[in-house]
């Protein structure tokens, strides 16, 4: 790009294929990566300037860029990676590009903060007000106007009526920073042997190139430990970290651990965040002045300038997958960042994706594992109960044996947790006089009751009734039953099994992330003896007191046709169970399951992990699933199925021949209507080494225009089958 162009290309910050041409007006300076206010239909717009323009159109006859903001361009290895994510996706580059422009609040100039200190000149009235205000200042520092007032207890008039009275000086000072840069040296951590040899083999891995370690370790082996003394390094290399969590849940014990081993917070990155507070971290992380940050996956497109490390702990979870808009897997994307930005890479997790798996077995990645349990502490026992021979009454969902097992625990003082992945408080409302089942308007799912809030509730939407007193079908009152359990449900029967036990239920629907955060304080100070929870408690919390865990439906997974069903089980059930023993008590974990010689479940209980691994990859590789071949989801959605349908067969018949693509369907989605959209599925399949996106491009592009109501969906590498 030459020093003075007349014209440049700039991509837009909206779903557009590509940038468009501006003209640089006279006295402005641009280079590839600045980010511009440019003028788009009747509006300002954000954009970045991607480089010379690939059209010949005149400079005079194109419109100006209306401003280019006064910060530092947009690293070249971002740029990138907006193509590269877009070229994988299918989606729209400005759509890419959007997740990096968050708001134009950062970027503008920050705000000073107004401060006061003493001028020495004595006001002739002295209230008692004046005089607290006065006192504080007798240092002849500078205190911002908030800390003045909340350290005085007055009101902002008396320290305005002291200014112009002459006491006081106005002043104007730069913003604190956003956080503190950690401290490499601070408090660096006692390892065992074994997490010492784990860091050396992460250390292998230069600090200044690519690299991706697997950091594959127990529930409790001390993971954290380790990938944070590998963070310190790369902080003393002068680069920036980034930490990335699946739940925003997680975050706060998270950043203690992190405030303990750095000495400083650091930044965060979640949804959680007001406005104001996440422009000043994304400006900070710009300009260099932010270290390290904390986030959600969102994260991954903050404009680091300096990135030396990522690490995403539980690497495994679902929640790296963006569900809507453009449908990205937040692992996969660290990997291509960190390629891009010479950076290395640590997946942690006690229960890999098969995915990380394979690359480990393959020796794409550094396979660094934890074995044993910190401090010495041993893995839970796990028994599988039969629920066809050992199962509870009629109506209960609590079986004899792990009733006992819980009673003991609370007997010994210890605290027992009660798993089911299932919120509300049943899954399907019926009336059993005329038999009509409560479904969800604008989808195709049952309504769930949630008997807590008094409502009827869709968990695709968000449609909510409130529960009706009467059968809306046939009128018959009194007659609406529950079918199935919930876990508002086993809260219901453990108030009646265990009525001494000071309980809590955990589920993401009740109370905010603030509320959730402090329940989860409250379990580990060790305030409530019986903790009911859903997939919420299962990862990264550390309860020393829980030494029994029962999952009450450790089949519920199973059942869904999902290819990855059996290792999504697998997971969270190994989670769930490493809650129990984590400290100096034994652990025991019991599985209510129907199918005890399931190859899940016989995992678990043999604790033979690398069988498991074994067993699904030889079944991934048989099938050509991945990481051995690679999928395609595409959705037809419109406000009538038969248009849905009738548009989805006329795309597959335009579908391109390709060696080695297979095509399925089309087919009504399991979930077939969300949101008054009706949704119809394609699938295709292809060897790994087959360019599948660009083979959906082309196919899309070859196909029949898309109009009216009519959406296409595209989710290359579908986490999700619904």
Request: glycine letters at 8%; hydrophobic letters at 45%; a neutral charge.
């Given at each position: 790009m ?10 837009v910050g909206?779903a557009v294929?590509?940038p468009?041409?501006?003209?640089v007006p006279?006295?402005?300076a641009?280079?590839r990566?600045?980010?511009v206010?440019?003028?788009l ?6 954009g970045?300037?991607?480089?010379p ?6 400079h ?5 860029i209306?401003?280019?903001y006064d910060?530092p361009p ?5 740029l990138k990676?907006v193509?590269w994510?877009?070229?994988?996706t299918l989606a729209?580059p ?5 997740a ?6 950062a ?6 903060v107004?401060a006061?200190?003493?001028t020495?000149h ?9 005089l607290r ?9 500078a205190w911002p106007?908030?800390?003045?007032i ?9 320290i ?13 000072m ?7 840069p950690?401290?490499p040296d601070?408090?660096?951590a006692?390892l ?6 784990a860091?050396?083999?992460?250390r ?17 082996g ?15 290399a002068?680069?920036?970290?980034l930490?990335?969590?699946p739940e925003i849940?997680?975050t706060?014990?998270f ?8 000495g ?15 422009a000043r971290?994304?400006?900070g992380?710009?300009?260099g002045?932010v270290r390290?940050?904390?986030g959600?996956r969102?994260a991954l497109?903050?404009?680091?300038r300096?990135?030396?490390m990522l ?9 790296y997958?963006?569900?809507d ?12 960042r960190?390629?891009l930005a010479?950076a ?10 098969v995915?990380?798996?394979?690359n480990?077995?393959a ?14 502490a041993a893995?839970p026992d796990?028994?599988a ?5 050992d ?10 044996l792990?009733a ?7 007997d010994r003082?210890?605290?027992?947790l ?7 408080y049943?899954?399907?409302t ?19 009751e ?9 968990h695709h939407c968000?449609?909510?009734v ?10 018959e009152?009194?007659?609406?039953v ?9 809260a219901e029967e453990a108030?009646?099994r265990f009525?001494?036990a ?7 629907d ?5 509320q ?6 409250e379990i580990?100070r060790?305030?409530?003896d ?6 919420l408690?299962s ?13 009450l439906?450790?089949d519920?997974?199973?059942a ?8 999504k ?5 190994t989670?769930v ?12 974990a ?7 010689d ?18 699904e ?16 989801a ?7 199925q ?6 989805a067969?006329?795309?597959l018949s335009a ?5 080695g ?16 959209r009706?949704r119809?599925r394609?699938?295709?399949q292809?060897g790994?080494d087959f ?12 196909g029949?225009?898309?109009t009216g109501?009519l959406?296409v ?6 986490m999700?089958?619904?």
């Amino acid at each position: 790009m030459q020093e003075h162009p007349d014209s440049v290309a700039v991509m837009v910050g909206v779903a557009v294929d590509g940038p468009y041409s501006y003209s640089v007006p006279a006295g402005m300076a641009v280079t590839r990566g600045a980010i511009v206010a440019v003028p788009l239909g009747p509006r300002l717009i954000l954009g970045v300037v991607w480089g010379p323009p690939k059209d010949k159109i005149a400079h005079n006859r194109l419109r100006d860029i209306a401003q280019v903001y006064d910060v530092p361009p947009l690293s070249e290895e971002l740029l990138k990676l907006v193509e590269w994510v877009a070229r994988y996706t299918l989606a729209a580059p400005g759509q890419v590009l959007r997740a990096v422009l968050r708001s134009s609040e950062a970027l503008d100039p920050p705000r000073p903060v107004i401060a006061y200190r003493r001028t020495g000149h004595e006001p002739e009235k002295l209230t008692p007000a004046r005089l607290r205000v006065l006192d504080a200042l007798m240092d002849d520092m500078a205190w911002p106007r908030p800390v003045l007032i909340g350290a005085t207890g007055v009101s902002p008039s008396v320290i305005e009526g002291l200014e112009r009275a002459g006491a006081l000086e106005k002043l104007e000072m730069p913003p604190p920073p956003v956080v503190m840069p950690p401290e490499p040296d601070h408090a660096i951590a006692s390892l065992s042997p074994e997490q010492q040899g784990a860091l050396e083999q992460i250390r292998a891995l230069p600090v200044d190139r690519f690299g991706v370690a697997l950091l594959d370790g127990v529930t409790g082996g001390g993971k954290t430990e380790v990938f944070f003394e590998a963070v310190a390094d790369s902080l003393r290399a002068g680069r920036q970290a980034l930490i990335l969590l699946p739940e925003i849940a997680l975050t706060n014990t998270f950043i203690e651990r992190f405030t303990r081993r750095f000495g400083t917070r650091p930044a965060e990155w979640h949804s959680d965040m007001t406005p104001v507070q996440r422009a000043r971290v994304w400006r900070g992380v710009l300009e260099g002045d932010v270290r390290a940050v904390v986030g959600a996956r969102s994260a991954l497109f903050l404009p680091f300038r300096q990135l030396g490390m990522l690490v995403l702990d539980e690497e495994h979870d679902g929640a790296y997958k963006q569900a809507d808009g453009v449908n990205y897997h937040a692992r996969d994307m660290a990997v291509v960042r960190a390629r891009l930005a010479n950076a290395r890479v640590i997946l942690s997790s006690a229960t890999p994706s098969v995915e990380s798996r394979n690359n480990a077995n393959a020796g794409r990645y550094a396979h660094i594992k934890l074995e044993s349990r910190f401090a010495a502490a041993a893995l839970p026992d796990v028994t599988a109960i039969d629920m066809r021979v050992d199962g509870p009454d009629k109506g209960e969902w609590i079986s004899p044996l792990l009733a006992r097992e819980v009673f003991a625990a609370m007997d010994r003082g210890e605290q027992a947790l009660l798993f089911l992945n299932r919120r509300g408080y049943a899954p399907l409302t019926l009336c059993r006089a005329c038999g009509h089942q409560y479904q969800c308007p604008n989808c195709s799912a049952w309504m769930v009751e949630h008997r807590f809030r008094g409502v009827l509730m869709c968990h695709h939407c968000g449609h909510e009734v409130r529960t009706p007193k009467a059968c809306g079908a046939c009128g018959e009152t009194d007659s609406l039953v529950a079918v199935g359990p919930g876990i508002e449900r086993v809260a219901e029967e453990a108030a009646a099994r265990f009525p001494d036990a000071r309980r809590v239920i955990l589920s993401s629907d009740m109370g905010s992330h603030g509320q959730l955060r402090e329940r989860f304080s409250e379990i580990e100070r060790g305030e409530y003896d019986l903790i009911i929870g859903t997939q919420l408690v299962s990862k990264g919390h550390h309860f020393e007191k829980l030494s029994v865990v029962g999952v009450l439906d450790a089949d519920l997974g199973l059942a869904h046709g999902d290819p990855r069903a059996a290792e999504k089980t697998y997971q969270i059930l190994t989670q769930v169970a490493g809650r129990a023993g984590r400290a100096s008590r034994h652990g025991k974990a019991f599985l209510q399951t129907y199918h005890p010689d399931h190859a899940v479940m016989r995992a678990m209980v043999s604790g033979d992990r690398e069988g498991f691994y074994a067993h699904e990859l030889a079944a991934r590789e048989a099938g050509g699933l991945p990481p051995f071949g690679r999928l395609a989801a595409l959705i037809v959605s419109a406000n009538e199925q038969a248009v849905a349908m009738d548009f989805a067969k006329r795309l597959l018949s335009a579908a391109p021949m390709a060696e080695g693509v297979r095509l399925f369907g089309p087919a009504d989605a399991p979930v077939s209507m969300v949101r008054g959209r009706h949704r119809v599925r394609l699938l295709a399949q292809s060897g790994k080494d087959f360019d599948l996106s660009g083979y959906v491009r082309f196919w899309l592009a070859s196909g029949e225009k898309i109009t009216g109501n009519l959406r296409v969906q595209v989710d290359i590498d579908p986490m999700s089958f619904m």
